[in-house]
């Protein structure tokens, strides 16, 4: 019987759709991605969606005695080499913008942190025919 | 099972996004040539609701949204036939197919994604 290359570990990809402070959605996807790594597994990316891209705003300022979910993450991203994009229409629409995008659209400052890019739904569908598992976090209702 | 996937709005066209941006993940998924289903149910079968004008309220009307699917080639759309006679969606869309969203029709899809 000839070997087939499959990897021994499955990929994931990681979708957050759901905004810090409104809702658990980044916080569990957290637990779930730092529990992933710890056992093993590979995260290919995680894409942040709708309110999602909330988590990606260099500007969340929470209370000192809360969790800054944007630092856990972005401390998160570059420890594993994880890559993460934000959708550009849900984040142009909702007030994130890196260098580029608030040039383009001559707005007055970008606030995208570090450890995140924007890129197009094209992520989101890659992830799809490339990850063995694509996992949704949303908000709820 | 199929390589489909099933995208679920049953968000009102009007004053929630999630429904819009189910679509817009529907149509990358029909330009990518990655196979790809809709589904409305609950009050997301308003969607299908003759006569819509956005512009009444500011915003784009997003039945002409929808009608890009098929160009983009989401191949299958599906209404469930409970909410459509219960919010009285008459005259739907003609390419919806009325079904009833049971397990075996969720079992027939890759993955389901709702937003």
């Known amino acids: 019987m000839s070997e087939t290359a499959v990897s021994a570990v499955p990929g994931y990809t990681i979708v957050i759709t759901g905004a810090p402070y409104v809702s658990q959605a980044p916080a569990t996807a957290f637990a779930f991605c730092r529990a992933l790594l710890d056992s093993g597994h590979v995260v290919d990316r995680v894409f942040l969606y709708g309110d999602g891209v909330a988590l990606a705003s260099a500007l969340n300022t929470p209370p000192s005695d809360e969790t800054n979910w944007t630092d856990r993450w972005q401390e998160l991203l570059v420890a594993n080499g994880i890559p993460a994009i934000a959708c550009i229409a849900s984040a142009l629409r909702r007030g994130l913008l890196n260098e580029q995008e608030a040039h383009r659209y001559e707005r007055v400052a970008a606030n995208l942190t570090g450890g995140f890019t924007i890129a197009g739904l094209g992520e989101w569908v890659e992830a799809v025919a490339t990850s063995d598992r694509v996992i949704y976090f949303h908000g709820g209702a | ?115």
Do not use: C, H
């Open chain 2, 1 to 115: 099972m199929s390589a489909t996937q099933l995208i679920v709005i049953d968000t009102p066209p009007y004053g929630d996004w999630r429904g819009r941006e189910a679509l817009d993940m529907a149509l990358s998924l029909a330009a990518f040539d990655r196979p790809v289903a809709l589904l409305f149910r609950g009050e997301g079968v308003n969607w299908l609701r003759p006569g819509q004008e956005g512009s009444a309220i500011s915003q784009k009307t997003v039945s002409r949204n929808l009608g890009a699917a098929r160009m983009f080639g989401v191949a299958e759309v599906y209404a469930d036939s409970l909410a459509l006679e219960r919010f009285a969606v008459n005259g739907p869309d003609p390419e919806a197919e009325a079904v009833v969203p049971n397990a075996a029709f969720y079992g027939d899809f890759s993955q389901v994604v709702q937003l």
